[in-house]
């Protein structure tokens, strides 16, 4: 997928974050750049999941994810009922 045509690099650079010593994007920032919901990414990742690196995702701390919504004035993930992964 080509995103040079319709989204920023600065808009991509903006949504990601130094976690644990890696960059990292939360799973409903790139759900949303694909176009999917956030539940949708998951549940594909996680069916195949061979795919991917053992490191691949992660699911963030409440410490982690504290800290990282602390960093801004108002939450754009508000309501979630699980702690994002980050992939």
Do not use: C, H
Request: a positive charge; aromatic letters at 10%; proline letters at 2%.
């Amino acid at each position: 997928m080509d995103f040079s045509n319709s989204i920023s690099q600065e808009v991509i650079t903006s949504k990601i974050y130094l976690i644990k010593g890696v960059r990292v994007m939360i799973d409903s920032d790139l759900a949303e750049l694909y176009g999917l919901e956030t539940k949708a990414l998951n549940q594909a990742v996680k069916r195949n999941i061979e795919r991917f690196p053992k490191d691949f995702m992660f699911e963030l701390s409440e410490k982690e994810f504290a800290n990282l919504r602390s960093q801004f004035v108002t939450s754009s993930w508000g309501g979630r009922r699980n702690l994002p992964n980050v992939l």
